[in-house]
Every structure is written in C-alpha cells, then in structure tokens.
C-alpha cells in the first residue's frame, strides 16, 4: 500500500481542516487505518484509528471531541474532520495502517496560529 495525504495548511485557532489519505493498493479494505501526527521535537503519535469496516476505534485524549476519522473503501481514501483547531494541534499528519507499517507517506504540514 502506498499513502498519500493532502488537505494540510494554515488555519487560525479554531478553525477547521479536513485531511485526505489517497491509498493505493488491493489491501487497504483490509487493514485498520489510523492518522498520525508528529510534531516538531515530539515522537510520532496515533491520533485517530478505525477498523476496515468503518467503526472508530480510538481517539487521542487531546482530540476526542474535535476530529473524526472517517473512510470510503470504494475510494481507498480515508479522512480525519479537525474542529476547533488548537495550536498545540500544529503538526505534520501521516496517515498508515494500524499497527503502522514500515513504509510511511511525506505526510501534510498543519499549522494552527493562535
């Protein structure tokens, strides 16, 4: 499987921003998803995850309420809504498989401002 996010940018805080992950590959329907998100000086960190059937399985503490992970196995695409964008929320995002899989994505750059 071969990742590809997009949807990134600059977004003031509380803002909105819905990512995209273009997925290439016959066993994407298969695998349970997750979005993840490193920020600078900080490891890389499970933010959302969802099972091949399409039912959210986990949310990080600091976005439960905020962001949902959602997918389309007709598109191979999955997506993460982010509301109420925080600051602390300024990261570059990947998405992979749940557990990851070596191979990662170049991943899009969110940038809150406060």
């Known amino acids: 499987v071969q990742l590809l996010e997009s949807g990134g940018g600059l977004v003031q805080a509380g803002g909105s921003l819905r990512l995209s992950c273009a997925a290439s590959?016959?066993?994407?329907?298969?695998?349970?998803m997750g979005w993840y998100r490193q920020a600078p000086g900080k490891q890389r960190e499970l933010v959302a995850a969802?099972?091949?059937?399409?039912?959210?399985?986990y949310y990080a503490d600091s976005v439960k309420g905020r962001f949902t992970i959602s997918r389309d196995n007709a598109k191979n695409t999955m997506y993460l809504q982010m509301n109420s964008l925080k600051p602390e929320d300024t990261a570059v995002y990947y998405c992979?498989?749940?557990?990851?899989?070596?191979?990662w994505g170049q991943g899009t750059q969110v940038t809150v401002s406060s």
């Open positions: 590959g016959s066993t994407f329907n298969i695998k349970a």
């Open positions: 992979n498989a749940v557990p990851n899989m070596a191979y």
């Open positions: 969802i099972t091949p059937g399409g039912v959210t399985i």
